[in-house]
Structure formats: C-alpha cells, structure tokens
C-alpha cells in the first residue's frame, strides 16, 4: 500500500472516530435534558416546602444536558480542524468541566433523594 493511501485511510478512521465520540457526547447530553423533561412531568412537585427541587434537579439536568452537546459539538468542530491541519491534542478543559458539571448534578441528585418525604 503506497503511504498516501495509508494516510487518508488513517485519517479516515480518526475522523470517523471524532464523529463517534460526538455521538457520544450528544447521546449522553440528549439523555440527561430527556430524564430532565421526565423528572419535572412526573415527579411531586412540593418535596421540601416552598422550594422548587423537582423544577431546580430538573432545569438542573436540562442544562447539563445541553452543556453536553454543546461541548461535544465544540471537540467534534475543533478536533476536526486538528486533525486536517495534523496538530491535534487531547482536551483538558471540556472533560474537567464536563466531569464538575456531571458531579454537580449527582450532588442534586442526592440531595433530591434525601429530601424527599419517606413512605
């Protein structure tokens, strides 16, 4: 196989990659503003007096969910002009902000969970 061939197939397959961890990134975000949407449906409404946890967990996941997409979309667009001009590097920001933004909300989360009233 002549090198040049090789190369476009390598960055074929990178760029394929790049497309998949997108997926991802927008599955996971489409996931948590759907379970969002669920939690403020069918959720009680009044679990700690005057306020809003259910409305809050759920605007909460909402918006992790579209922060998600949102920094996947930014990786796939940046990791693609990388990855043509050969100079790609691994992130750093986007997965430490992604991994506080998830934890944050599993603190909520917790929280919610103990605050509901018990059976």
Excluded: C, K
Excluded at 99 to 111: E, K, N, Q, Y
Aim: no cysteine; hydrophobic share 55%.
């Amino acid at each position: 196989m002549r090198d040049g061939a090789a190369d476009l197939e390598s960055r074929a397959r990178t760029h394929l990659a790049n497309e998949r961890t997108f997926l991802a990134w927008f599955r996971t975000g489409f996931t948590l503003i759907a379970i969002g949407l669920a939690g403020g449906q069918f959720l009680a409404r009044d679990v700690a007096g005057a306020f809003p946890v259910v409305r809050t967990l759920s605007t909460v996941a909402i918006l992790t969910g579209l922060f998600l997409v949102l920094v996947g979309a930014e990786r796939y667009i940046v990791g693609r002009q990388r990855i043509d001009a050969s100079t790609f590097h691994p992130a750093r920001l986007s997965i430490v902000i992604a991994t506080g933004a998830a934890t944050a909300f599993a603190v909520l989360a917790i929280l919610f969970v103990w605050l509901q009233p018990g059976p």
